[in-house]
């Protein structure tokens, strides 16, 4: 059997702003969050499910406090799509007004995705609406 891939870990100047702004944009739920570290998971990842086998639970996020600045692209970027029916330009429009910003890492103009950078500077992508 292969390896679980657990959680993704994001290094945060304000790991607890940052958990937050992540939990939101997720529709997510902060599982955990201490002066180390903080989470978010699914939502419907908890008690309610103790069921769950642990090789189909996806993984989380964690953000961990640093105090040096990034100062190149991100090496691994996390995708988002909207679900089916849903619009791009709205959930893109939405995450701007919370703080996110545009960024430009050497797309073409006429991608389909749109590149963002969290309110910390991550970049991550926006993809147009998916069924799954």
């Known amino acids: 059997m292969g390896l679980r891939?657990?959680?993704?870990?994001?290094?945060?100047h304000?790991?607890?702003?940052?958990?937050?702004?992540?939990?939101?944009?997720l529709d997510w739920q902060v599982s955990f969050e201490d002066e180390n570290e903080a989470a978010v998971i699914p939502k419907w990842l908890d008690e309610e499910?103790?069921?769950?086998p642990f090789e189909q639970v996806g993984p989380g996020l964690?953000?961990?406090?640093?105090?040096?600045?990034?100062?190149?692209?991100?090496r691994l970027h996390i995708d988002l799509a909207a679900p089916l029916h849903e619009s791009?330009?709205?959930?893109?429009?939405?995450?701007?007004a919370r703080g996110a910003?545009?960024?430009?890492?050497?797309?073409a103009e006429?991608?389909?995705?749109?590149?963002?950078?969290?309110p910390e500077?991550?970049?991550?992508c926006v993809l147009s609406s998916r069924e799954s």
């Open 14 to 25: 304000d790991h607890r702003a940052l958990v937050a702004w992540w939990a939101e944009t």
């Open 88 to 96: 791009q330009v709205a959930h893109v429009d939405a995450l701007l």
């Open 101 to 107: 910003s545009r960024a430009d890492v050497g797309q």
């Open 121 to 124: 500077g991550n970049e991550f």
């Open 5 to 12: 891939w657990y959680s993704t870990v994001v290094d945060a």
């Open 62 to 74: 964690v953000f961990v406090p640093v105090a040096d600045e990034r100062t190149v692209k991100n």
């Open 49 to 52: 499910n103790p069921g769950v």
């Open 110 to 118: 006429d991608t389909t995705w749109v590149v963002l950078r969290d």
